[in-house]
Structures are given as structure tokens and as C-alpha cells.
């Protein structure tokens, strides 16, 4: 099994559709390797493409906007979102079982105004059928 995450000086780089870089977690056997592969410019909805080039099978990630999760998910990629923290951790929690996660995170940061600070469910709308004016979709 091959585990992407977007990676940023060991943390989990929060908005996926910007990573430079992601860090190929490889487990076989009961074994882990692992190695940061630059994108080499690659951005947005070509991010499922480059990881499914790389047999990717999973993706830890923070925030991710809606076309990026169906991309993925097309490219048979599972994506778990809402993730902070060490990118390790994360990799050592999901191989446990035990991986805290967001399974409605859908946040379109470039959609809206705001600074690099947006997280789902600021803006107060929790609607199924409600898109927020900062690009959440509930």
C-alpha cells in the first residue's frame, strides 16, 4: 500500500491543491519506507494524476476542495481530510487504525477571500444542501 500526504517541513501541508511536495509512505509486509517527492509544479486537478502515476492508494490530507476529492477518487485514490499535525503520526495512526479524521472535509480555498487561515465550518452553515459564501460545502 502506497500513502500520499502533503508535506511541509514534517507537518502535514494543509492545502493540498498548493503542495510542492508530498511524502510517499510505502508499506509492505509489515514494513515502512518512505520518501518526499517534489511536484515539480504540478497543481490542482492534476495532483490525482501525478499520484495515481506513482501507485498511490490512500491520501492523508488537510484541506481539500471538492473537485479534488472526485478526482481521486476517480483515479481510485481514498482520501482521508481534515488531518493536522505530523505527517508521521498521521501515517503510524492510519496504519493502526486509529486515524482522526474529517470524512465532509470539502473546503474550496481558493473560492473565497480569505486568508490561509479558512477551516470548514467557520462560516456557521451546516446545511447538507448549503454552499457557504466562503466555499464550504456541507
Known amino acids: 500500500m502506497k500513502i500520499a500526504v502533503p508535506y511541509e517541513d514534517g507537518k502535514i501541508y494543509q492545502h493540498f491543491g498548493h503542495t ?3 511524502k510517499i509512505y510505502t508499506e509492505e509486509d509489515g514494513n515502512i519506507s ?15 494524476g501525478f499520484l495515481k502515476s506513482l501507485g498511490v492508494d490512500v491520501l492523508i490530507c488537510g484541506g481539500i476542495g471538492g473537485g479534488a476529492i472526485e478526482a481521486l477518487g476517480a483515479a481510485g485514490i481514498r482520501v482521508f481530510g481534515g488531518v493536522e499535525g505530523e505527517a508521521d503520526v ?30 470548514c465550518g467557520e462560516h456557521g452553515c451546516h446545511s447538507e444542501e448549503h454552499t457557504c459564501g466562503g466555499g464550504c460545502r456541507h
Open 20 to 22: 510542492e511536495k508530498f
Open 34 to 48: 518512505a520518501a518526499v517527492v517534489d511536484t515539480n509544479g504540478t497543481g490542482h486537478g492534476a495532483l490525482a
Open 90 to 119: 498521521a501515517v503510524e495512526a492510519f496504519l493502526k487504525g486509529d486515524l482522526s479524521y474529517d470524512p465532509d472535509v470539502k473546503c474550496a480555498h481558493h473560492e473565497h477571500e480569505h486568508g490561509e487561515g479558512h477551516t
